[in-house]
């Protein structure tokens, strides 16, 4: 688990490079970054999704399982153990806080890939129900990383992985 200092390294040290902000980095463990990019896909903002939403759905709990599903859009996605402990301990503010930051200024997202030829056709079409799209060969290049993370995610999700 990541000390206090950790947690205070991705929150503090900005820099401005150029003009543009230079937000601290955080490196999340992988079960709250599945989290953090499970719930923040273009078609909930564009479904009105506000910022407290997204925090809300990533968080956890009863209300917001029940908000999610009142969207209607896709599965929800359980807490696992791996984001309850670190959700659980110490620096709470401060790992919602980590979790803010990260929806405003952007994340690593590229240990999340997944093989779309190991999918079943049916994660696949779910994930493509949820962005919008009839077929993959629809989907653009800038959502086939996503769209086919999200299909895996709805894989373990259905079948309790």
Same mark, same amino acid.
């Given at each position: ?8 390294n ?16 955080y ?5 709250v ?18 910022f ?28 696992s153990?791996?984001?309850k ?11 919602? #806080?980590l979790i803010?930051?990260?929806l405003? %200024?952007?994340?690593? /997202?590229?240990?999340? &890939?997944? !093989?779309?030829?190991? $999918?079943?056709k049916?994660?696949? #079409?779910?994930?493509?129900?949820d962005?919008? %799209?009839?077929?993959? /060969?629809d989907?653009? &290049?800038? !959502?086939?990383?996503? $769209?086919?993370?999200?299909a895996?995610?709805i ?7």
């Amino acid at each position: 688990m990541d000390s206090f200092s950790e947690l205070m390294n991705g929150l503090y040290g900005w820099k401005v490079k150029g003009d543009q902000v230079d937000p601290p980095r955080y490196k999340f463990p992988k079960p709250v970054l599945e989290r953090i990019h499970y719930f923040n896909f273009a078609q909930l903002w564009e479904s009105g999704m506000t910022f407290m939403g997204a925090m809300n759905f990533i968080l956890g709990g009863d209300d917001a399982k029940r908000d999610y599903e009142t969207y209607g859009i896709g599965a929800w996605l359980p807490e696992s153990d791996g984001f309850k402990k670190w959700y659980g301990s110490f620096g709470g503010s401060a790992r919602q #806080q980590l979790i803010a930051l990260a929806l405003m %200024y952007g994340y690593d /997202s590229k240990s999340l &890939k997944a !093989d779309e030829n190991s $999918l079943p056709k049916w994660a696949l #079409q779910a994930a493509l129900d949820d962005y919008g %799209y009839e077929d993959l /060969s629809d989907v653009t &290049k800038q !959502d086939h990383d996503d $769209l086919i993370w999200r299909a895996s995610m709805i894989y373990r999700i259905k079948n309790n992985i």
